[in-house]
């Protein structure tokens, strides 16, 4: 055998450590091209400004390359340091897709389903695993004082991730088990004493029925219950069943069952800390370099939280400024078309075996108790065991039975023909009993809201996977449809998400019509959704025949695309600069103000609405906030002389806050007509350079300056 390096000189080869240079080097696949744009800017940032930080975010959308970003970025620093590094999945099929990648382009990678190997304990090779590796009670990584060092960690879909870490602390036990039974009897007290007929429903094992221990109760009674669960995992006859959770968790938690809460179930109990205690973890928390990917439509606030990461790191993610829309969505809402469009009419349809279909149909459903509907269709349930060989059909072309993915559909990638049809059915919820109690309690809150449009984010995304992708995306069940059309909980959703929610309402609306004209319904939405499908060009260009108008007005195609896009943009613009400025408004009164905040009050002059809304609270003060108003309907005065009348009748004085009067002649008739009956109800009106002069004296915060020197700033950075 020849020796090359003999042959070239005793200088060792240098290995590149510019991520961009690595890539030329790499054995890869003859169709693997060169880096696209999105990849050479990350890279390019991250190589000269940023590799030597602790924790990085890189937010990049789906389709753009994130995995091969994250392997480079590993590679580069296993060529600088040759120390330990490994690449996190939040499951096995991630690490399966993220390993043939690496395979692809050449990465030299080592698995593991035992001992961690040798050549990532050398700094030789990286480590693709999944975070359960890691993360668990008796990890391979040890625990504390003995974790092994590792140098530089990445973790692909961090949210997902940090689910995985939090059932790396939670102990569920199933009803069927002894220590189930033993748990419920110490706290039967403590339980019936919340609700007899609760209770009751526990007792014959309703897994939607759920109960937390009272905090008291669980302090006084702790040590029982870890002699319970110790009992549990140093029992044989238990260990079985009990191995896959209390066996890996309990080394992490017998230790502070005190700071833990319970969460009872009809089906099972849940025990987890209020805080999981992450530095347990040594090779996490000692590591020099974490990078963690994100989708750019995820809320990382939870990473605070999650993993610990610092306020600046969330605020500073890593992104490629010139990320552009990411395929075409068609988003419909049957139920909304038409009331016999309902769930049990979509899943009788779309859940047929079809022979011959050329394309993919996939339903996400929120739990396997809600896939008995479609399988007795002849749609196909992907579970844990069998979610390889079901993708792996899509990918063959097998398009004739329905698949049906449950519950956590984190990193499945579902591109092009293999998913052109795409059933979102029902609310997603989460598995963990402890979050669907918190979530049953506060329904309405911000947390909540954000979490659900999070997964909602994550399963709309699986389907569309790069720029000139595209699917129907079906919307069914009632609380799903409900949060998508709330505008409250919809702005939690992207902008793109919510642009395209928008545009289903309107064919909704638009396919109503045509219903009402005599059309079939179910003909309707298979109608609309073949539009899609066969590429129709009215719907790729939204009915642009109005076009021909601009031609004769000598306005070219081209420029009419233009106005359109444009016209499109400041319609979106023009609604949230409103919203923008009123929440920053809002937030100067918080700050101030801190017990302020929306409420509500009974409407006590009609039936409709039921309720009125106060934007702002500020003691006594009722402040309706608006960045303009510039409605001409003469219905509007009498519902707003309605709304001040309950807003005095709730013993509050109406305030109206309004930063930009309108032009047209009309509408300042109008609110000149607001001003005259806020003034005769004892209110105030403040307008124009009053509105901001009165935040100002109210709050201290000289608001229009603020925003008058951000926008100078901004107008610097682009130059115009």
């Not at 400004?49 to 590993?74: A, F, P, S, V, Y």
């Not at 590796?133 to 940090?162: E, W, Y």
């Not at 260009?541 to 444009?566: M, N, P």
């Not at 519902?639 to 309108?662: C, I, L, S």
Request: aromatic fraction near 8%; glycine fraction near 6%.
């Amino acid at each position: 055998m020849v020796d090359f390096k003999k042959r070239l000189g005793a200088k060792q080869i240098q290995k590149p450590v510019d991520p961009i240079a690595l890539y030329e080097t790499l054995d890869r696949a003859s169709d693997k091209g060169p880096l696209r744009p999105a990849q050479l800017a990350i890279l390019k940032t991250w190589h000269e400004q940023r590799r030597n930080e602790k924790d990085i975010i890189l937010k990049l959308h789906t389709g753009q390359g994130k995995t091969l970003i994250g392997l480079l970025m590993l590679q580069s620093k296993l060529n600088e340091l040759s120390e330990p590094t490994v690449y996190l999945c939040p499951n096995n099929f991630l690490i399966e897709q993220t390993c043939h990648q690496a395979k692809q382009f050449g990465i030299r990678y080592c698995t593991t389903d035992g001992a961690l190997p040798d050549e990532f304990l050398n700094g030789k090779t990286l480590l693709i695993t999944s975070v359960q590796k890691m993360f668990n009670g008796r990890t391979k990584f040890q625990l504390g004082q003995q974790a092994m060092p590792v140098s530089n960690i990445l973790m692909d879909d961090a949210h997902a991730c940090i689910d995985a870490i939090r059932d790396a602390f939670s102990i569920r036990i199933e009803s069927e088990s002894s220590a189930y039974q033993r748990i419920f009897q110490l706290f039967t007290q403590a339980l019936t004493d919340q609700g007899a007929g609760t209770f009751a429903d526990l007792k014959i094992g309703n897994p939607d029925c759920l109960l937390p221990i009272p905090y008291w109760d669980w302090q006084e009674k702790h040590s029982e219950v870890i002699k319970i669960l110790s009992d549990t995992v140093n029992t044989e006859s238990e260990k079985k069943t009990n191995k896959a959770n209390i066996w890996f968790v309990w080394p992490l938690l017998k230790d502070m069952i005190q700071q833990c809460q319970c969460v009872v179930s009809g089906h099972a109990l849940e025990i987890a800390p209020y805080l999981p205690p992450l530095d347990v973890f040594g090779s996490f928390c000692k590591a020099k370099h974490r990078v963690y990917m994100s989708a750019t439509v995820t809320n990382d606030a939870f990473l605070v939280k999650g993993l610990r990461l610092s306020v600046e790191t969330i605020m500073n993610p890593l992104t490629y400024k010139e990320e552009r829309w990411s395929g075409e969505k068609m988003i419909l809402i049957p139920s909304l078309i038409h009331e016999s469009l309902d769930r049990s009419s979509v899943v009788n349809d779309f859940g047929r075996v079809r022979t011959g279909r050329d394309h993919g149909v996939v339903v996400l459903s929120p739990s396997f108790r809600m896939t008995a509907d479609w399988e007795k269709c002849g749609a196909e349930i992907a579970k844990k065991d069998s979610i390889a060989l079901r993708i792996e059909q899509l990918r063959q072309s097998q398009f004739d039975h329905p698949i049906v993915i449950v519950n956590r559909y984190d990193g499945i990638d579902l591109p092009d023909s293999m998913c052109r049809v795409l059933v979102f059915d029902s609310m997603p919820f989460s598995e963990n009993l402890i979050d669907r109690y918190e979530e049953d309690c506060r329904a309405t809150s911000e947390i909540t809201a954000i979490r659900s449009a999070r997964t909602i984010e994550q399963g709309l995304g699986r389907s569309v996977r790069g720029e000139k992708d595209y699917c129907t995306i079906i919307l069914i069940g009632s609380e799903l449809v409900k949060f998508v059309r709330n505008q409250a909980s919809r702005k939690h959703l992207s902008s793109q998400t919510r642009v395209q929610v928008e545009i289903g309402l309107e064919i909704a609306d638009m396919a109503e019509q045509e219903i009402k004209k005599g059309g079939a319904p179910l003909e309707a939405l298979h109608n609309l959704v073949n539009q899609c499908l066969s590429r129709d060009e009215g719907w790729k260009e939204d009915d642009r025949s109005h076009v021909l108008i601009y031609q004769v007005l000598g306005i070219s195609k081209d420029e009419g695309k233009l106005i359109d896009v444009y016209q499109n943009k400041g319609r979106f613009l023009y609604k949230y600069a409103g919203s923008f400025l009123e929440e920053a408004a809002k937030l100067c009164f918080k700050a101030r103000f801190p017990d302020s905040g929306s409420v509500r009050v009974p409407n006590t002059h009609g039936k409709k609405p039921k309720l009125f809304g106060v934007d702002c609270l500020v003691g006594s003060d009722a402040l309706e906030i608006k960045w303009r108003d510039a409605t001409t309907d003469g219905d509007h005065i009498t519902k707003e002389h309605t709304r001040m009348q309950a807003v005095r009748d709730a013993g509050y004085k109406p305030v109206r806050v309004m930063f930009y009067y309108p032009n047209r002649d009309q509408a300042i008739r109008i609110q000149k007509t607001l001003e005259s009956l806020y003034k005769s109800v004892q209110g105030e009106y403040h307008y124009a350079d009053a509105a901001w002069s009165y935040v100002k004296r109210r709050t201290g915060v000289d608001l229009l300056g603020i925003l008058k020197d951000l926008a100078a700033e901004r107008t610097a950075q682009h130059g115009q």
